[in-house]
């Protein structure tokens, strides 16, 4: 506890969460959720 980081890391570790944005145009709203429910059914 007494010794500090020295530095930040170049890297993310490979178990760090990733997050993605991904834009939908107000009107393809429902097909988006639409497509991304069976496909996530198929591979259920």
């Known amino acids: 506890m007494g010794k500090g980081i020295e530095g930040t890391r170049q890297g993310l570790s490979s178990y ?6 991904h834009k939908i145009a107000q009107d393809k709203i429902g097909t988006e959720i639409w497509t991304w429910r069976k496909n996530d059914k198929e591979h259920s």
């Open 16 to 21: 760090a969460p990733r997050f993605i944005t």
